[in-house]
């Protein structure tokens, strides 16, 4: 007979499977689809592994690990919000905290705790770990749009200033991957992937 903490750990392994029917806005790489979010975040697991040498000082890349494959779990309840959607994003702090003590109070109580931490200290982007597992999560989406000529931006008409903006975390985050994020802006800029900022008329 399985014990009732087992009982509870299997219930939250299914209920995550749902993180599979959630759709991003971000197309895979190769345009065919939509991305679903568990899908995102096991590519940036990988990337924290594989980009690890570019870290800061005092980043737990393990823990990072952990971040990057918990940090999307509320869309099952509170769905993708498309990070460029104003009116959506005011709305979503409420959502996604609502679904993250649904979702972690599945758990045993001591392994619910762990992974609520993790999820705060994720959002709240506070700490040297934090702050490179959303300089990952600024990154992935931008190489999807460069490798879809434009992607999302095309389609939802995104300019440069708006990228800037969203990927300013990775200054801070991943200071040593800043360069490699502004060439290419600069680069998606020129291939007429990303519509440039729009000039303001200064004149009377």
């Known amino acids: 007979m ?4 087992l009982t509870q750990q299997i219930q939250f392994i299914i209920e995550i499977d749902r993180l599979k029917h959630i759709l ?21 697991a990988i990337m924290a592994i594989a980009l690890s040498e570019y870290a800061p000082e005092g980043v737990d890349i393990f823990r990072a690990i952990k971040m990057l494959l918990i ?9 993708d919000t498309f990070c460029y959607d104003v009116q959506a994003n005011c709305s979503k702090a409420e959502k996604e ?7 972690f109070g599945i758990l045993p109580e001591d392994q619910g705790r762990e992974l609520r931490s993790l999820w705060d200290e994720f959002e709240v982007g506070e700490t040297p770990t ?22 999302t931006w095309r389609i939802h008409g995104i300019r440069r200033d708006q990228v800037m903006k969203r990927v300013a975390p990775v200054e801070t985050g991943a200071p040593e991957l ?11 800029v020129a291939a007429g992937y990303l519509k440039e900022a729009p000039v303001l008329n200064t004149q009377e």
């Open 2 to 5: 399985q014990s009732n903490q």
């Open 24 to 44: 991003r806005q971000t197309l895979l790489m190769d345009g065919s689809r939509r991305e679903n979010s568990a899908e995102h975040s096991w590519h940036l």
């Open 71 to 79: 940090h999307d779990l509320v869309e099952i309840d509170a769905g």
């Open 97 to 103: 905290l609502q679904a993250a003590s649904r979702l």
């Open 130 to 151: 934090a702050k490179f597992a959303a300089a990952l999560d600024r990154i992935q989406p931008l190489l999807h749009n460069q490798q879809t000529q434009g992607g």
């Open 178 to 188: 800043w360069p490699f994020v502004l060439q290419l802006i600069d680069d998606c």
